[in-house]
C-alpha cells in the first residue's frame, strides 16, 4: 500500500511538471513530509491513519504555503503511536506543536519536521529510510 502511494507521489509530481504547474518551496517541503510518511511502518501509527492517509497525502501534496505544511505535519504526528517514539518527545511535543503553529517560513517547517523524524524510532522506519535518511535531512536543511 505504502508503494503505492510513493508510486501515487510521483505520478502527481510528474503529471505537476506536465501541466507547468509551478513547484513551491512549501510543495518541495510537503514532499519531504509525504516521503517520510512512506517510510512509518503501520505499526508505528493508530488505525485510523489507514482510513485518513489518503486524504491526508493529497491534502499535504496540495499545500502551497508553510502554515498548510506545518498543519498536516502536526495531523501525521497526532496519529503517531507514543510506543514508536522517544520516550522525550513527551516533554517536547507540546512545545514543538506550538512552534508548529507559529512556523512562517518553509525552512522553520523543514527543521520541525526533521526534529519530529529525530524522535521517532528507527525500529518504526523501513529499511529504506535508513539508507535515504541523510539526504533526506539535507533537503530539509536546505528548504527556503
Given at each position: ?13 510528474i503529471s ?43 491534502a499535504?501534496?496540495?499545500?502551497s ?8 505535519m ?42 519530529f ?18 539526504g ?9
Amino acid at each position: 500500500m505504502k508503494k503505492l502511494f510513493i508510486l501515487l507521489f510521483a505520478v502527481a509530481t510528474i503529471s505537476a511538471s506536465a501541466n507547468s504547474k509551478k513547484i513551491t518551496p512549501a510543495n518541495t517541503v510537503a514532499n519531504l513530509l509525504a516521503e517520510f510518511e512512506t517510510h512509518v511502518g503501520w505499526s508505528a501509527v493508530v488505525p485510523e491513519w489507514k482510513d485518513m492517509r489518503d486524504k491526508w497525502g493529497n491534502a499535504t501534496l496540495a499545500c502551497s504555503n508553510a502554515d498548510c505544511v506545518a498543519k498536516r505535519m502536526v495531523e501525521f504526528e497526532s496519529y503517531t503511536k507514543w510506543s514508536d517514539v522517544a520516550p522525550e518527545w513527551a516533554k517536547r511535543r507540546d512545545g514543538w506543536i506550538k512552534d508548529c503553529a507559529a512556523a512562517k517560513t518553509n525552512a522553520a517547517v523543514a527543521k520541525l519536521l526533521v526534529e519530529f523524524e529525530s524522535y521517532v524510532s528507527w525500529e518504526s522506519v523501513d529499511e529504506g529510510w535508513k539508507t535515504r535518511r541523510d539526504g533526506w535531512v539535507k533537503e530539509c536543511s536546505s528548504a527556503k
